[in-house]
């Protein structure tokens, strides 16, 4: 009988041991992952109404079938702004309500959130916040067993992809595993390759008779990779633009605040927006109050078109030529090109803080700055210590990168745009009232041209011809003045442009100055962007000899103090060349 005691007590004891173990080997995964990735994604609501087309599409149905002999990979691609984020929301909520659903959100305006790496670890995150965890965790305590290094770098990828196999296939034995991956094309190029790879072969090896195959579908940008997929849906087919318009209605119902003149109001922004959800997240907050949506409704065609242009292109120019003539008169060119390059050329959201110290500029301009950028800004961590801004949309970056060579400077368009602009506002708003213009031209051609008439009688056909377009215009406008206004707002769209321009190359200089240092008692934390990416802002760059001789001296001066200071972050595998 002492034996029995004996050995019940000594395997309680291991129990409570190895309990204890598997206890702080959890707590440090989950500090450790909380830390490299911050705080879970806040889940986005989208409109009940809306994605419910999805589940008519043939693709969809067999994709989502029972049959476990169908291949489980579905690829729904389209442009940006054109619903991807919107339609990955939606599934990510309705997919099998008792079924695991496991979801990320990639971002390219975030290094941490654009890797195949940050792909793995939020997903892992999701596994070990969700019920039974402690298998997970037990799981993940044998594959990384006495490492005490950092378990959540590229330097462990492979056994974490293995982690990650292993807890869905023991999920997958009783429930079905969805993976829902948005924004592919936000990654970098070996990390689409890579997890397109490890998905698919995720898909087709999974389908053991006691297990049940794990679903995926990704979104993303056309791209060559979604030629491998099984099943695909395009959102720019005929149909398909037709569904995604009436979504579009939907949300822009939602925001009505008119009694009469719901069905005009919706006709007018869904036609607007040309199948473009960014287009409606950009627009509804300028629509926020009755008087605005009724001036829209009453068909004020000058209105419309400076508060709501048609395309994503002409609304983002809308608001910049806004910020433009709001902060003009206050602040320096340099200083708004600056700010604005350097939030579109960072690697991930920025807090005040940091825009401050990269730019070099005092704190009242980049607080006056940043107000002004409020609408084309995206906040994280709102109201908390770590809230950072960034572009609201990779879009914008893209489009301005596209229109970074010019011959004209900067400084010269930040002069003569205030002309421009006035101009072409002055020619919208009166080529209504000065119609008259038309006929008085008209008139004086024909007098002066008469003997050419007279000569040539088919050219009073012509005359006629134009007199007859004149008097059909509804409303009545002049053409002529219609003419030289598209001419001044193309002119003010390219002054824009050229302000506002981003060269990936300025990406190497907005970190700071390799030898910044800190003012007497300032806190040494706005130095963890540079020091952490600066390397991959020279890499971007594409640095040339000066350049790189200019790096090799400061390297030979403060390569140890480069060193110690990400250490003391803990970003060394980060800053080196891990990018998560």
Avoid at 114 to 130: D, M, P, W
Avoid at 154 to 160: P, R, S
Avoid at 499 to 522: D, M, N, Q, W, Y
Wanted: charged share 20%; net charge negative; hydrophobic share 40%.
């Amino acid at each position: 009988m002492y034996h029995t005691v004996r050995n019940n007590t000594t395997k309680a004891l291991s129990a409570q041991v190895n309990g204890d173990v598997n206890f702080n080997f959890g707590e440090r995964i989950k500090g450790a992952l909380v830390k490299k990735i911050g705080p879970s994604q806040r889940r986005k609501e989208v409109n009940p109404q809306t994605c419910k087309w999805l589940r008519e599409i043939p693709n969809f149905l067999s994709w989502n079938s029972n049959d476990t002999n169908i291949p489980g990979l579905l690829w729904i691609c389209g442009g940006p702004g054109k619903g991807k984020t919107h339609l990955a929301t939606h599934l990510a909520s309705q997919l099998g309500k008792s079924d695991m659903v496991l979801n990320y959100f990639c971002d390219a305006r975030d290094i941490l959130r654009s890797t195949e790496l940050a792909v793995i670890l939020g997903l892992l995150n999701q596994l070990l916040e969700s019920e039974n965890s402690e298998h997970h965790y037990r799981i993940m305590s044998d594959k990384f067993s006495g490492i005490e290094q950092d378990l959540f770098s590229g330097a462990y990828i492979a056994d974490l992809w293995d982690c990650l196999e292993m807890i869905i296939g023991k999920i997958s034995q009783n429930h079905q595993v969805y993976l829902v991956l948005d924004g592919l094309d936000q990654c970098d190029s070996s990390s689409r390759i890579h997890l397109t790879s490890q998905l698919r072969r995720m898909c087709s090896e999974n389908r053991q008779e006691e297990k049940k195959p794990v679903k995926v579908v990704i979104f993303s940008r056309s791209s060559d990779l979604h030629r491998q997929t099984d099943f695909m849906i395009d959102l720019h087919e005929d149909e398909t633009v037709k569904w995604t318009e009436e979504d579009i209605r939907e949300i822009v119902k939602e925001s009505c605040l008119l009694e009469q003149g719901e069905t005009e109001y919706c006709d007018i922004l869904t036609k607007r927006a040309n199948g473009t959800f960014l287009w409606v997240a950009l627009a509804i907050p300028l629509l926020d109050n009755k008087p605005v949506q009724q001036k829209i409704v009453d068909g004020d065609s000058a209105f419309l078109d400076k508060l709501l242009p048609s395309e994503l292109e002409a609304m983002y120019n809308m608001m910049l030529l806004n910020i433009l003539q709001l902060v003009h008169g206050k602040f320096q060119c340099k200083e708004i090109m600056e700010i604005f390059r350097c939030l579109a050329t960072s690697l991930h959201p920025l807090t005040k803080d940091e825009v401050e110290f990269i730019t070099a500029l005092d704190g009242p301009v980049v607080d006056g700055v940043l107000q002004a950028f409020q609408d084309i800004l995206s906040i994280t961590g709102k109201g908390s210590a770590n809230e950072a801004v960034g572009l609201i949309h990779s879009s914008l970056k893209e489009l301005f990168v596209q229109h970074s060579l010019s011959l004209i400077s900067e400084e010269i368009c930040w002069s003569i745009w205030p002309i421009l602009s006035s101009t072409g506002s002055w020619l919208r708003e009166n080529r209504f009232q000065l119609w008259l213009l038309d006929y008085a031209v008209l008139i004086a051609m024909s007098v002066y041209f008469q003997e050419h008439l007279y000569q040539h009688p088919t050219l009073i056909f012509g005359f006629l011809f134009c007199l007859l377009q004149f008097v059909s215009q509804a409303p009545r406008s002049s053409l002529l003045i219609g003419l030289f206004h598209k001419a001044f707002n193309r002119l003010v769209n390219k002054t824009t442009m050229i302000i506002f321009s981003v060269r990936e190359k300025e990406g190497a200089e907005h970190p700071g100055p390799l030898e910044s240092k800190t003012k007497a008692g300032e806190p040494w934390h706005h130095l963890r962007y540079p020091c952490r990416c600066w390397v991959r802002h020279l890499e971007r760059g594409h640095p040339n000899s000066y350049e790189i001789e200019t790096v090799y001296a400061f390297v030979k001066k403060h390569y140890l103090h480069w060193l110690e200071t990400i250490s003391i972050f803990g970003v060394i595998s980060e800053a080196v060349g891990n990018p998560i």
